[in-house]
């Protein structure tokens, strides 16, 4: 089935933080229509692919750069979806964020001719089955969310690791719905970031675990519910001394060793099961002594280590991959990164960032891969439509799996 694209349009629009990001409309010339848009990282990676600096609303196809792609890419045929992401390397340099658009664009059209989901789309691509992921719910945002010294973890989230897909959201309401409401009656109350956690001032890092530990023992057991903690350690490395690479945390920097101890302690005394970018990127001696280690059901997870690049997977330094498509560009690299990481033994994260739009095509990437793992944020505003399409992602699949 070969796609001959008629029409290419670009548009600005705003993501959930108010920021101008792109969308991409394409048509096919039998009228099959796909319609996509990049989100926005509020601190990307440096190891991550060059964004667009998009900032004009509305109608983009008359800016220079656009209305040569358009130009470009209007009248040419893909016969798959891997022809067109190929095609679209040849324009890297317009951005990451614009080639995403353009490729989930594609997929979606060619979806829409086909009569098929765009899960089912991607896992035939990947050539796998299906599944449902464990979603890692936001519960407290610290970091470059937060903006408190004492709260340095980018996310604490809370992973209902068993049950239906029903009863780990209803697992993850309970939790985050708890502790929202002891904030506002022993913290004088709370913010959200834009990732939809809770921020809860002067509240440290060590008393957010507590109170989610103490919750998931009450009400539930550390078997079916754990915690997740993304430490976005790229972030808190404040260069490297006699000592070392040193990291802050509180007001303390400590070395790569002394993290190590903090976060091994961390993982001894709670149920955290998934343990992301513990290191900063560069940090790689840390990053194999750490998975040496690594305690037996602990996820250890590469974000900024790997940005979603088939090259860089390893088993040797993490057990678990994130998943970003606009650290890579294109569908097709996405799933390659996928691949590489499966053939290595690793498993799968697929996640959101910051600023995201309406679009839900995350949840779509992570049942398409069947990763063990899917991060849109907190149960609140925008996250939601996230959560309603895994719902609907579920019903809509045969004799459903789920993750791990």
């Given at each position: ?149 004492f709260m340095p973890f980018q996310e604490i989230m809370v992973a209902p690791m068993s049950g239906s897909l029903h009863d780990r959201l209803r697992v993850a309401l309970a939790v985050y719905e708890e502790l929202e409401a002891q904030a506002r009656l022993h913290h004088g109350g709370c913010g959200y970031s834009s990732a939809g956690g809770l921020r809860v001032r002067g509240m440290v890092f060590e ?198």
């Amino acid at each position: 089935m070969v796609n001959r694209i008629e029409n290419v349009q670009f548009r600005g629009i705003f993501d959930s933080r108010r920021n101008v990001t792109v969308e991409a409309e394409i048509r096919f010339a039998d009228g099959a229509t796909g319609v996509a848009s990049a989100p926005i990282a509020i601190a990307p990676g440096r190891r991550e692919r060059a964004r667009a600096d998009v900032t004009r609303l509305g109608a983009l196809d008359e800016a220079p750069a656009f209305a040569e792609l358009r130009d470009r890419i209007t009248g040419t045929s893909a016969g798959t979806q891997r022809d067109f992401d190929e095609f679209l390397e040849e324009f890297s340099a317009v951005g990451a964020n614009v080639l995403v658009a353009l490729s989930v664009a594609f997929a979606r059209a060619r979806c829409a001719a086909l009569g098929t989901p765009l899960s089912a789309y991607i896992a035939a691509d990947a050539g796998i089955s299906p599944r449902l992921p464990v979603p890692l719910v936001n519960v407290f945002s610290g970091g470059i969310h937060g903006g408190d010294p004492f709260m340095p973890f980018q996310e604490i989230m809370v992973a209902p690791m068993s049950g239906s897909l029903h009863d780990r959201l209803r697992v993850a309401l309970a939790v985050y719905e708890e502790l929202e409401a002891q904030a506002r009656l022993h913290h004088g109350g709370c913010g959200y970031s834009s990732a939809g956690g809770l921020r809860v001032r002067g509240m440290v890092f060590e008393d957010a675990l507590a109170e989610i530990t103490a919750v998931i023992d009450r009400r539930f057991s550390r078997d079916d519910v754990g915690i997740g903690i993304d430490v976005a350690a790229e972030h808190l490395r404040r260069g490297t001394g006699r000592r070392g690479t040193e990291y802050a945390i509180g007001d303390e920097l400590l070395t790569e060793r002394q993290l190590g101890e903090l976060l091994t302690g961390l993982v001894a005394k709670h149920p955290i099961r998934y343990l992301e970018d513990p290191y900063d990127p560069a940090d790689v001696a840390s990053w194999k002594d750490f998975a040496g280690q690594r305690p037996d059901g602990l996820y250890l997870c590469g974000d900024d280590l790997f940005v979603t690049d088939e090259r860089r997977m390893t088993g040797e330094l993490a057990n678990c991959t994130v998943i970003k498509l606009t650290q890579c560009g294109t569908l097709t690299r996405g799933i390659r990164a996928a691949l590489a990481a499966r053939a290595e033994g690793m498993a799968l994260c697929v996640s959101h960032r910051s600023g995201e739009t309406e679009d839900c095509g995350v949840c779509d990437l992570a049942v398409g891969l069947a990763s063990e793992f899917i991060k849109v944020g907190g149960p609140s505003a925008d996250r939601m439509a996230k959560y309603n399409q895994l719902i609907r992602l579920e019903a809509g699949l045969d004799g459903v799996r789920r993750a791990p």
